[in-house]
């Protein structure tokens, strides 16, 4: 099955700084990665994700970049604010008999200090 | 209001006891997840169902199982807690066309004595 890595655990930046956060993944058919942001007492929320057919997909202070043949993808958030405090999780699934099934990271904690 | 909701959000219950969750969606997605979440293993999956008459396993159903009463419903039981139950516990949703996108309940934390 797949497998994904996701690194580091926790991450801490003074604000305005910029953060990113690193996903591997095992499975060559995997063709979609969302992440996730989780903010204290809360559910995941999808913030941005990317299909194998493109290779970074921006969206105001962050982007997401894809290299399938090295089979990582990573999330950048640019001029971190104290907003972006929370935990992040990336994922990876297929279509298909996969059906969307994610495989998620273990989370990485961002913090940043104001 | 929120479109996926989970009741309780927080119980603490003792060794032995059965519990039930429960997970509402307002959403009309025909997909249904609930997850595991314990610090520093992220998010696991216990079990999904595709449509009221079908329920998969997922990587850790043992100790647990599932009931979709109705395409908004979708509860998790554990039939006789145990203390390495104690986990906070994510209830999810994803529709069609794709099913790839989750949202995600505000989670019920559990502790087991």
């Known amino acids: 099955g797949e497998n994904v890595e996701q690194h580091p655990s926790t991450l801490s930046v003074q604000e305005g700084d910029s953060a990113v956060i690193k996903c591997t993944y095992s499975d060559s058919a995997s063709n979609y990665f969302p992440w996730y942001k989780q903010e204290l007492g809360k559910g995941p929320q999808l913030i941005i994700d990317?299909?194998?057919?493109?290779g970074e997909k921006k969206d105001q202070r962050i982007a997401v970049t894809l290299n399938k043949t090295a089979k990582h993808f990573s999330l950048h958030i640019t001029e971190t604010q104290p907003e972006d405090s929370a935990v992040y999780f990336c994922a990876a699934s297929k279509g298909g008999g996969g059906s969307y099934i994610p495989t998620f990271g273990r989370g990485t904690s961002l913090i940043v200090h104001p | 209001d929120a479109d996926v909701t989970q009741t309780p959000r927080n119980r603490i219950t003792k060794t032995g006891k059965r519990i039930m969750l429960e997970c509402s969606q307002t959403?009309?997605?025909?997909?249904m997840y609930w997850y595991r979440q314990d610090p520093g293993l992220g998010l696991r999956l216990i079990y999904y169902?595709?449509?009221?008459?079908?329920?998969n396993k997922g990587e850790i159903s043992d100790g647990y199982s599932v009931s979709r009463q109705a395409q908004a419903k979708f509860s998790l039981s554990l039939e006789s807690a145990i203390p390495n139950q104690t986990a906070l516990y994510f209830c999810?949703?994803?529709?069609?066309?794709?099913?790839?996108?989750?949202?995600f309940g505000p989670g019920t934390r559990l502790t087991v004595l």
């Open positions: 999810a949703s994803s529709g069609t066309p794709l099913g790839d996108t989750q949202y």
């Open positions: 169902s595709f449509d009221v008459k079908d329920i």
């Open positions: 959403k009309g997605h025909d997909r």
């Open positions: 990317i299909r194998s057919n493109v």
